[in-house]
């Protein structure tokens, strides 16, 4: 097999995983809403694509022609552009197929132009109430900057103010952060008819009521359109500055940083078409899409539960892991003393950690905690808990990651309240990412200090946690502990030399003892022994693990991987 046939462009794989997503949308098997639902899932995935896997492949080709060496880049660019669109047609059927199956479910998502007498005047009211405080044209001009004035991946409506033969532009920020994208109407007859509306048509229906007694025209006309930036930033080094003041600074790049992508409404007017694509300076590195009615179907993560039940899942039972319930224990530490406890989410409850914490944060015998978040709640418990456990004089260190993409600005929020409350906040080191959920409380037990340690996959995050399949190994077994201990140690001090026994650590160990695990499949698959892998993992790109893993199958091991986004 050729070397080209034995990789995929992990773009393309990327693509390839919001496809199923699409797919997910269209199975009858799932609930209407939830359909509904994957739709933003969707189109959120896509805008993040572009955010980040896009603008790198974008800089890729502006720094390979500059050098004037022919880039694969561009030609796997026009790859990305034809596998998107194809999605786009078919995510725009599965929104109208879905529209009419919630018609059939009395659910009408109508637009400016279906509204009866009685929900035209209910709609100027509550645009005069709630709405209109928020809406302030941009007017766009010859000096109009509009890359510095736009926000990155808003619904903006462009509109057309057209007074005899003189045409001139604005834009209207659909304010979708300040006031909900879905907007329940008064129902007509029969009363078992929910008719809701956009927010974009609330607007698209009221442009009178904006512009009116400020300009002259004869007509107004509105199309949707947004933009999306480029995600990366620059930690531009300064010797007085610490990280998270370099953060803060650098993430404010993200408010100007180019265009990627430029989506508008298919019937736009080719003329408002090219103010737009000259204002917002997309060059042919960019993608330009033309597409529906609306934008920003991330909104659509949230639609609301309206109708039957039975057009939502059904909330999972949050179990309880019986082990903590048994009479004898007296609190958490003694359940886990007497043995591991492995959970297992979504379906265990993620109460039994936060309980856990909570009871160190006061629990007199605890002497100190250490712990690390990435993405955390946004009303997180465990941050209480570490605040609570500060002010009752434990010692308390966590470890931030500042550079978790697209959660910066809440984790150095996170990190001034801790600092406040006296909790010793570090970071990360540059180049080092903690994906682990880990936790260590030290306990004062007859005289020794006895550790508790958690172990986990995913984030110490109540809400993903009932979303999310992630486990949590919670163990006072000192040969785990003293290793989780050393892990926090290399964090702090990541430039020391360090071992492991019994955990695998990246950067440490991770590669060497994965390859000896495959080598240990095919020895015995080569000597007729059983053998087999199985993989369950996020990501599969690494090259080497990747060589590995061919080079077991072609030996006869059966190599079977669970792969949720994207592998190579």
Known sequence: ???????????????SFNERVLQEAADKSNPLIERMRFLGIYSNNLDEFYKVRFAELKRRIIISEEQGSNSHSRHLLGKIQSRV?????????LYNELLL??????????????????????????????LRQ????????????????LKDDYTYLAVEIIRGDTIRYALL?????????????????????????????????CLDDIFKGFFDYDALNAYSMKMTRDAEYDLVHEMEASLMELMSSSLKQRLTAEPVRFVYQRDMPNALVEVLREKLTISRYDSIVPGGRYHNFKDFINFPNVGKANLVNKPLPRLRHIWFDKAQFRNGFDAIRERDVLLYYPYHTFEHVLELLRQASFDPSVLAIKINIYRVAKDSRIIDSMIHAAHNGKKVTVVVELQARFDEEANIHWAKRLTEAGVHVIFSAPGLKIHAKLFLISRKENGEVVRYAHIGTGNFNEKTARLYTDYSLLTADARITNEVRRVFNFIENPYRPVTFDYLMVSPQNSRRLLYEMVDREIANAQQGLPSGITLKLNNLVDKGLVDRLYAASSSGVPVNLLVRACVR
């Open 1 to 15: 097999m050729g070397q080209e046939k034995l990789y995929i462009e992990k773009e393309l794989s990327w693509l």
């Open 85 to 93: 669109l194809k999605a786009d047609q078919e995510f725009d059927g």
């Open 101 to 130: 199956e919630m018609a059939r479910n009395q659910i009408f998502l109508i637009n400016e132009r279906q509204l009866s007498v009685n929900q035209q005047n209910w709609l100027r009211h509550y645009f005069k109430q709630y």
């Open 134 to 149: 928020h809406i302030t044209p941009i007017l766009i001009n010859p000096d109009t900057d509009l890359v510095q004035f």
């Open 173 to 205: 920020e659909i304010p979708s952060d300040k006031v909900p994208r879905f907007v329940n109407l008064p129902p007509e007859a029969p009363r078992r008819r929910k008719p809701m509306i956009l927010l974009d048509n609330i607007l698209r229906y």
